[in-house]
């Protein structure tokens, strides 16, 4: 008897940890504690093993991942494919977010440093919400937006001095 209450008390914990995971994901920071109940039936959870690739440069790209556990590395492979590691991410990063809301290719790669665990939105599933609840679309999109918008902004700022150290 003893299992039956432990796997409905444990289940109802994971999916309440869901909620207060995601709430803490700038994506989702306009989002309101109604939404979160809607959205976390879109996220899909999966674990990867360690040295998995998540995906390749050059894959069509349909979403974002988001960083529950574990560290994912991103990368880029050259003309001769030598990779060049850019970064190191870990829980509550997230990572391809561009591709939610125009299908493009895989600019980047990804990869497991160990086992991890990584909730995907997707753009069909962000397309569903828009027609089915488009308030809670246009929140993730606002979100989105600062998100992609603050990138842009710190990355102008680091080629800047980028350059500025080259000039001297």
């Known amino acids: ?22 709430q803490r994901i700038p994506v989702f920071s306009h989002l309101n504690r109604k939404d979160f109940q809607y959205i976390k039936t879109l996220i899909h959870t999966r674990a990867y093993s360690p040295g998995e690739i998540i995906f390749e ?11 529950r556990s574990g560290h994912v590395t991103l990368f880029t492979r050259d003309a001769h494919n030598k990779r060049e590691d ?4 870990g829980p509550e990063d997230f990572f391809g977010e561009t591709t939610i809301a125009t299908p493009t290719a895989r600019v980047i790669s990804a990869s497991c440093n160990e086992k991890c665990e990584l909730l995907g939105l997707f753009r069909s599933d ?11 679309a246009n929140r993730i999109l606002l979100g989105l937006t600062s998100v992609i ?20």
């Not at 962000?126 to 809670?136: D, K």
């Open 1 to 22: 008897m003893h299992n039956l209450w432990d796997r409905i008390l444990r289940s109802n914990k994971e999916e309440e940890s869901l909620s207060t995971f995601l």
């Open 57 to 67: 440069q050059g894959d069509p790209g349909s979403g974002m991942y988001i960083i």
């Open 126 to 136: 962000l397309f569903a919400v828009a027609e089915r609840r488009p308030e809670i």
């Open 149 to 168: 918008s603050e990138r842009l902004q710190n990355a102008i700022l680091e080629l800047r001095k980028y350059s500025v150290s080259e000039e001297s």
């Open 86 to 89: 850019l970064s190191v991410l």
